[in-house]
């Protein structure tokens, strides 16, 4: 019973980081209508930015301000430079395929200036561990649990009750009728890819504490990440985290539960789901469904 209840815990802790790495995935889907392969890879610089800034001193919360900050920035630039001029012309593969040479290059520069030795980035409440109902939850988890449940509500209210928010819902509910409203329909998608920068920033900074950091961090991570945004809905924010959640307790069980599966297998779960949830239920569990009139 203890076993499983720690399970359970580590569950929700990592689909914690996979909700929050498939909300950036869903911000970016909503606003482009494509899936961006470099999420993982921009949370990746996020992270060593972070590291970077702290390593010339900063006290790690304001390092991780200012990686925010940057990756916000590099968001809004992704979708403005390489991202609009394809998606004014319908050109879906074609970005799909941008973001992929993205993930590519973006690796491969911070490979080139951090090379391929791990870096050790601090916790932010220390090491230590927490009890919780007779599991131990580290301090770490703790933090990255909070920090995604009050992200996920403040995004919630930033959508509802923000002018902004309320521009981006109805550029991506009816981009013709927003634009012919007077909503700058442009600007709302460089939001949304920074959001999306901002989001992975803070999710890779919190991660990398627990897999170390090197270029490869975020690869299986994004695996999960996929699973989660494909079940909670490619265009749901809140299916994201609740995704990330079952995708993470699920994870768990199953790796410690079956023998077959054990921790050599676990990814392949990941894709199990996705397999599954695009035969069987392709919106996902809170995603919109598309009527088309034929």
Known sequence: ????LQQLVDGVAAG???GALALALVLVYRASHTINFAQGEMALLGAYLSWQFFAFGLPLLAALAVSVLACGVLGMGIERVLIRPLAK?????????????????????IAWVWGHQTREVPPVLGQGAVEVAGAALSRQDLVIIATVLGGAIALAAFFRFTRTGLFMRATVGDPESARLSGVRTGRMLSVGWGLAGCIGAIAGTLIAPELFLQPGMM???LIY?????????????????????IVGLAENIAGTYVPWIGSEFKQGLALAIILVVLLLRPAGLFGSRKVVRV
């Open 1 to 4: 019973m203890d076993l499983l």
């Open 16 to 18: 914690a980081i996979y």
């Open 89 to 109: 012309r319908n050109q879906h593969l074609p970005m799909i395929i941008t973001t992929l040479g993205l993930m590519i290059a973006l690796n491969a520069v």
């Open 219 to 221: 690869a299986p991570v």
């Open 225 to 245: 990440a996929f699973a989660a945004a494909t079940l909670g809905g490619l265009d749901s924010p809140l299916g994201a985290i609740v995704g990330g959640i």
